[in-house]
C-alpha cells in the first residue's frame, strides 16, 4: 500500500505494477505541513459520494451549485460598496419587507445555479411568492430535490458590515403530488441536507447531510471552500442567550421569566439581529437563540421553511436542541411556504433549562 509521501506507480495503462512497488513521490521529507489544509468541500463530497456505492452524484451537484453561488454572493458582498450594489431596491418582498440590492442578486444567483442542475425540480426562496419549478428538470429522475432558501439572511445589516448569510435546507421532492406546493410542505426532519453561510469576517460554510455537521472556510486565495471542522460539536452548556431585548415586554410571560432568571444568574447577552450570525456564535461557543412570539408577530418572526428548519437540523446533528417552545422544531407540519415559527435552539442543557420556564 502506498505511505504518506509515496505514490503507487502506474503500470502500462495506468494499472498499478504487478509487483506492486512503491515508487517515491519526494524522494526529501515532505515540505508540506499539517497545518496545509488540502480538503476542499468537493473533495469532501467527492470522497463521502466514493463510501455510498448507491450514489449517483447528483446530489453532489446540487452542493456545488450552492457553493458556486455563495461564493458569488461572498464577493458581491465584499465588494457591495464598491460596486454599489448596497441600499434598498425601492421594492417590497412577498413579506412587505423591502428588498436590499443584494437580496435579489443573492436570489437570482442561488435559482441561475441551482436550475442548471438536472436533478433539482423546485426551488422556493424568501424573495419569491411561489415555489419555482425548474422546466428543464430531468423527468425521468426517480429521486430529484427540493431546495428551499433564504438568499441573504439579515441583510438589513449589510450596510453596517455585520455578518449575514445564506441558509438553504435540501428535501426530496414528493413526486405523488402534482402540486409543487406540497412538495414544499414536508416537515423538517425530511431533509436531507441543511446549511448555511455566514459572510462575516471570513466566509464560513456550515452543513449537514444527516451524519454530523461539516465547517468549511472560503479560502480567497484559492477559491475553495477547505474543510476546518469535519464534526462540529456544539457545547451542552453556556451561560449565554441572543434574543432582541427591547420586545421584552410583548414576549409571553415564561420567556421573561427565564430572562429575570438569566439575569440574576450571570448569564452575558450577545445579539446581532441576523439569524445567521447569532446561531453560528450558538453553535461555536454555546448558550442559547431565542425570537419567541412577539405581539406584533404572535407566531414569531422567523419562518420555518429556511430558516427555522435548516437550523434546527444543524443544531440538532452538532449535538444542540431545537424547539418551537412546543414541540420539537423538525417535527412540525408545515401549512403554508412562507409560515413563521417561534424559534428556540442552542446547547441541549440551555435548552432544557429555557423550555422549564415554558412548562
Ligand atoms: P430577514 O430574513 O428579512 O433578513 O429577517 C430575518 C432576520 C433574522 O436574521 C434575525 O434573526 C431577525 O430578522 C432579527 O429580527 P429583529 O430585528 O426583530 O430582532
Ligand atoms: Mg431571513
Redesign the pocket.
Known sequence: PAQAGYIQAAGPLGLPPIDGTDLPMNPVETLLTESDNLTSLQSYLLSEEDKHPDATGRFTWILSAISLSTKFISDKVRRARLQDVLGSLGSQNVHD?SQQKLDVIADEALIRCLRSRNSVAIVAS?ENEEPIIVENYNQGDQRPYVVLF?PL????NLDTCCGIGTIFSVLEHDRRSNNPKESVLQPGYRQVAAGYVIYGSSTVLVMTTGSGVQMFVLDPSIGAYMLVNENVQIPTAHKSYSV?EAYIESFPKSYQNYLHYAHKNGYSSRYV????A?VHRILVKGGVFL?PPTEKAPEG??RLLYEANPMAMIIEQAGGKAYTGTQRTLELQPTEVHQRVSVLLGSSDEVDKVLSFLE
Request: charged share 40%; aromatic share 6%; no cysteine.
Open positions: 419587507e424568501e433564504d439572511d439579515g441583510s438589513s432582541n439581529g441576523s439569524m445567521v447569532d425570537y418572526k422567523l
